[in-house]
């Protein structure tokens, strides 16, 4: 058993496993502060019967992100220990600001935002609310740091040993591709949150009980607006995302693209079957001039081709080819439900189309499915290195056994599973529920027996 591709596998399930949960929680715990708001201003109890659920929810997305992000830092000692020790010097400090910067801050306020409604003042619980959806973000800016800082690498310079040093902290922090990686990842848990939000208002509308009513017509608008401004925004960021990949990984580009030659005034390819070992497609079905166009912004726009390097320098073409194609495929589906609502709104029709309340059931996935297929760009487009340049991935994976591998392989896929099992299971009850379902926590009193703080007795009196 081959430990390199056991390990690849491994890190490619239990990374694509976790990038779920934040990809949900972020925008979800903005999604609550917005509800927030949008109590305080109307005083309407629905928004506050929906941050009540929604908050229950969030708790089990985020106690699930925890579990497994753990265990990727574990991993990376265990399976990546090339890695690890070649890029401490870089990536620790990175790992290091998350921890002091987001997770105590998340950690501080969940509690007050978990349990606190009720039972704290709305103004407090409200700042509690902010303070976790702000340390989401924070977590988020970090991790893409460190991601980024291994896809376009700057400020740094290695030592005989083949470790790497930073040479400016800020520099590593804010690499190329930082800036975009990071508005595209967020945008996209927004984006994640709102279809999320939306399926589920849905559903209660569909249902039709008369308690759930006026909290599913206020989530299921407020989440709408949300995705028909954010799904456009997101394609403008990947736009730009798209132009730093040409500057930064142009080999990426040209394997997202499956373009072989270079070529100037290039055809976009919309659908082809790359074929790695004959370095050729086996069939493309083309339009002309718009790869240019779109990749260069310019008619006449050059894309290199994947042949201007050697064929052991380039990434696996098929999946991210098709991983893009199924990325994009998943944003026009999503801005289409998006529209349609904005033209159903026009129409005075969005809670009453029944149609649509079961699209949006169905596009509750569209945004983990985009999510999973960017990341496979991301990570695959950049093999055969995971310091894009400088550090091969064969190079960077730890000296143990392949069986070690597959039986820790078999144990997350079980674990993983279950754990999944049960978060469907206990999110599907509480959708079941409806937003009505629980009642507000009493507030809690002061204890009887609090002598010595001007308390008094039964005794006493």
């Known amino acids: 058993m081959n430990p390199l591709l056991l390990s690849r596998l491994q890190f490619a399930f239990t990374m694509g496993y976790h990038i779920l949960w934040p990809a949900f929680t972020i925008g979800l715990a903005w999604f609550i502060v917005f509800l927030g708001i949008a109590g305080f201003r109307t005083r309407d109890p629905a928004y506050r019967q929906l941050q009540r659920f929604w908050i229950r929810v969030f708790s089990l997305a985020f106690g699930m992100g925890v579990v497994t992000g753990v265990v990727i830092s574990y991993q990376l000692g265990l399976n990546w220990s090339n890695y690890a020790q070649r890029t401490a010097d870089v990536i620790g400090p990175l790992f290091v600001m998350e921890v002091l910067t987001a997770f105590f801050l998340e950690a501080g306020f969940v509690g007050i935002m978990l349990f606190g409604q009720g039972r704290v003042d709305d103004r407090l619980h409200f700042a509690a609310c902010v303070i976790v959806a702000t340390g989401t973000v924070i977590s988020a800016f970090w991790i893409i740091a460190a991601n980024s800082w291994m896809q376009t690498p700057t400020a740094f310079t290695t030592l005989p040993d083949g470790r790497f040093v930073a040479t400016s902290f800020w520099g590593v922090v804010f690499s190329p591709s930082m800036p975009y990686r990071f508005a595209h990842m967020v945008t996209a848990s927004f984006v994640t949150g709102s279809f999320v939000v939306a399926g589920v208002s849905a559903f209660w509308l569909w249902r039709g009980r008369d308690e759930d009513r006026a909290a599913a017509r206020a989530s299921f608008s407020l989440a709408l607006w949300l995705a028909m401004v954010l799904v456009p925004v997101q394609m403008v960021i990947g736009d730009q995302h798209g132009l730093n990949t040409r500057q930064y990984q142009p080999i990426k580009l040209a394997a997202i693209e499956g373009r072989w030659e270079t070529l100037g005034r290039a055809p976009l390819n919309l659908i082809a079957w790359p074929d790695q070992t004959a370095q050729k497609n086996a069939f493309a079905i083309e339009v002309p001039l718009l790869g240019s166009i779109i990749l260069t912004h310019s008619l006449d726009g050059v894309i290199q081709g994947l042949k201007t390097v050697p064929a052991a320098e380039q990434p696996p073409v098929l999946p991210v080819f098709f991983a893009f194609r199924i990325m994009v495929g998943c944003g026009m589906l999503m801005l289409v439900i998006a529209g349609t609502g904005l033209a159903l709104r026009r129409g005075g029709r969005l809670y009453r189309a029944r149609w649509f309340q079961m699209l949006c059931m169905a596009g509750v996935p569209l945004g983990f499915i985009a999510t999973l297929a960017g990341w496979t760009i991301t990570e695959v487009g950049r093999q055969p290195y995971v310091v894009y ?37 206990y999110a599907g009850r509480m959708v079941l529920k409806g937003p009505a379902d629980p009642a507000p926590a009493a507030p ?18």
């Open 389 to 425: 340049g400088h550090l091969r991935t064969a190079q960077a994976v730890s000296p143990i056994a392949g069986g070690m591998v597959a039986g820790s392989l078999a144990v997350a896929l079980v674990l993983y599973n279950l754990l999944l099992l049960g978060f469907f299971w």
């Open 444 to 461: 809690v009193g002061r204890p009887a027996g609090a002598i010595g703080f001007g308390a008094t007795t039964d005794k006493a009196k």
